[in-house]
């Protein structure tokens, strides 16, 4: 019996917060998950002009999405944290 050997670069990673980047709206000055993150764990992509995850480090501490004016921010909690 054999296994099929994946690299990391072929393996879905899932990061646990999400940014909707249709709602997204950095790139007209918004900043707001970016400035409540306790981990900076949040940055703005400026080629893009969207938030995203550049750490995965998250606490789970739900002020991005809280805070998010427009809902772009989603955070998923790990089921056995829930």
């Excluded at 990061?15 to 764990?41: F, Q």
């Excluded at 550049?54 to 089921?79: L, N, R, S």
């Amino acid at each position: 019996m054999s296994f099929p050997v994946f690299s990391i670069a072929e393996q879905r990673s899932s990061v646990p917060v999400r940014i909707d980047e249709e709602k997204c709206i950095a790139d007209k000055g918004c900043t707001v998950c970016v400035d409540v993150c306790p981990l900076d764990v949040l940055a703005i992509d400026l080629s893009k002009g969207k938030a995203y995850m550049a750490f995965d480090e998250c606490w789970y501490c739900m002020p991005c999405e809280k805070d998010c004016p427009t809902g772009a921010v989603q955070v998923d909690i790990p089921y056995l944290l829930r």
